[in-house]
């Protein structure tokens, strides 16, 4: 009996958005755990121009060379299914699943409404505490109103939220653009960052506590890990996550109840459902230090894939190795339709 050949995997990679390197270090990682018995991997990188590389310049994209090439319009070879291994704007937030459903091409992750829902920090919020789902407290300051008055918008809200506080850019990840602010000057100068990478920010309270995160893998029986625990030396910048190597991650997290793991588990499930994600997600959370109370700080639908990434090593906890976890996720996404979502 002839065996079947391998499934055509596209991986797309790289991007315009500011997390473009970390995609890239995603995507080796996939490339590198993806049974070549049982796909093939056709590499489909993007520029940080956003031009489409042929498969060659791909592949120089993606040893860290230069592609040699500035790419095209987006060109989709002839695949089974799509791997969007791409991280914040332009990749994660519905443009390029939208596409993918118009083609009606199978992809890995969760559709366009999905993906939309989860990468705007503060939509997510408005969904989930409107399902009763307990988020930390938020103000949203649009570029416009900053422009026209940066001290009076800086006061109101430094009252609103009290100091210390955080400001977030709505639509990244990897704590780009991301700032604490302990008093009304830093305030203003983090709102001035964050708002470069997008027509509104949000801001919000610190929250003493522990950072947990959780990883969910889609399908008709979903798995959900058990919490992994991030600890900063203060806060969890871009530059502990991929840098400097400061933070320790705790896979799976340690002293905490059954019951609470439970709890968390199912609000992570909820969390799931309620902004409709497929296929997979990592779902953060806070445990308040003085209160024991756990809110959901923000939803990613396509988390790190690099080795040392929190999601892949959960996984690897819950007894799913990387290539058995790539191989669900295409499968998922061969079988599911995207049109229903």
Same mark, same amino acid.
């Given at each position: 009996?002839?065996? %079947?050949?391998?499934?055509?995997?596209?991986?797309?990679?790289?991007?315009?958005?500011?997390?473009?390197?970390?995609?890239?270090?995603?995507?080796?990682?996939?490339?590198?755990?993806?049974?070549?018995?049982?796909?093939?991997?056709?590499?489909?990188?993007?520029?940080?121009?956003?031009?489409?590389? #042929? =498969?060659?310049?791909?592949?120089?994209?993606?040893?860290?060379?230069?592609?040699?090439?500035?790419?095209? *319009?987006?060109?989709?070879?002839?695949?089974?299914?799509?791997?969007?291994?791409?991280?914040?704007?332009?990749? =994660?937030?519905?443009?390029?699943?939208?596409?993918?459903?118009?083609?009606?091409?199978?992809?890995?992750?969760?559709?366009?409404?999905?993906?939309?829902?989860?990468?705007?920090?503060?939509?997510?919020?408005?969904?989930? *505490?409107?399902?009763?789902?307990?988020?930390?407290?938020?103000?949203?300051?649009?570029?416009?109103?900053?422009?026209?008055?940066?001290?009076?918008?800086?006061?109101?809200?430094? !009252?609103?939220?009290?100091?210390?506080?955080?400001?977030?850019?709505? #639509?990244?990840?990897?704590?780009?653009?991301? #700032?604490? %602010?302990?008093? !009304?000057?830093?305030?203003?100068?983090?709102?001035?960052?964050?708002?470069?990478?997008?027509?509104?920010?949000?801001?919000?309270?610190?929250?003493?506590?522990?950072?947990?995160?959780?990883?969910?893998?889609?399908?008709?029986?979903?798995?959900?890990?058990?919490?992994? =625990?991030?600890?900063?030396?203060?806060?969890?910048?871009?530059?502990?996550?991929?840098?400097?190597?400061?933070?320790?991650?705790?896979?799976?997290?340690?002293?905490?109840?059954?019951?609470?793991?439970?709890?968390?588990?199912?609000?992570?499930?909820?969390?799931?459902?309620?902004?409709?994600?497929?296929?997979?997600?990592?779902?953060?959370?806070?445990?308040?230090?003085?209160?024991?109370?756990?809110?959901?700080? =923000?939803?990613?639908?396509?988390?790190?894939?690099?080795?040392?990434?929190?999601?892949?090593?959960?996984?690897?906890?819950?007894?799913?190795?990387?290539?058995?976890?790539?191989?669900?996720?295409?499968?998922?996404?061969?079988?599911?339709?995207?049109?229903?979502?």
């Amino acid at each position: 009996m002839t065996a %079947a050949p391998p499934l055509r995997v596209a991986l797309l990679f790289g991007g315009p958005s500011a997390e473009h390197e970390i995609s890239l270090r995603s995507a080796r990682a996939v490339a590198h755990h993806l049974d070549d018995k049982s796909y093939e991997a056709v590499l489909c990188g993007i520029t940080q121009g956003g031009g489409w590389l #042929s =498969e060659e310049a791909s592949a120089r994209l993606l040893a860290g060379e230069n592609p040699g090439e500035e790419g095209t *319009r987006p060109i989709l070879p002839d695949v089974d299914c799509v791997f969007p291994v791409l991280h914040g704007p332009y990749g =994660e937030d519905g443009k390029v699943q939208g596409w993918l459903q118009m083609l009606n091409v199978p992809f890995v992750g969760s559709a366009a409404k999905g993906s939309v829902l989860g990468m705007d920090k503060s939509l997510t919020k408005h969904m989930l *505490r409107t399902e009763g789902v307990l988020v930390a407290s938020w103000t949203d300051v649009f570029y416009r109103d900053f422009e026209e008055n940066p001290e009076g918008v800086a006061k109101r809200v430094g !009252e609103e939220r009290g100091f210390p506080c955080f400001v977030k850019p709505v #639509s990244q990840g990897s704590s780009v653009g991301i #700032s604490r %602010a302990a008093n !009304e000057a830093e305030l203003r100068t983090a709102l001035e960052l964050a708002l470069k990478y997008g027509r509104y920010a949000m801001v919000e309270p610190e929250i003493k506590g522990r950072e947990l995160e959780v990883a969910v893998l889609g399908g008709e029986d979903p798995v959900v890990t058990v919490p992994g =625990e991030v600890r900063p030396e203060e806060w969890y910048t871009y530059e502990a996550k991929y840098e400097d190597d400061t933070a320790d991650l705790l896979v799976p997290a340690l002293e905490i109840h059954p019951n609470l793991v439970k709890g968390i588990q199912d609000i992570a499930l909820n969390v799931f459902r309620i902004l409709h994600l497929r296929g997979l997600a990592r779902v953060d959370f806070f445990l308040e230090k003085s209160t024991g109370r756990v809110y959901v700080n =923000e939803v990613n639908t396509m988390p790190g894939f690099t080795d040392i990434s929190m999601y892949p090593q959960l996984m690897e906890h819950t007894g799913i190795p990387f290539p058995e976890l790539l191989h669900r996720l295409i499968d998922h996404a061969i079988n599911e339709d995207h049109e229903c979502s």
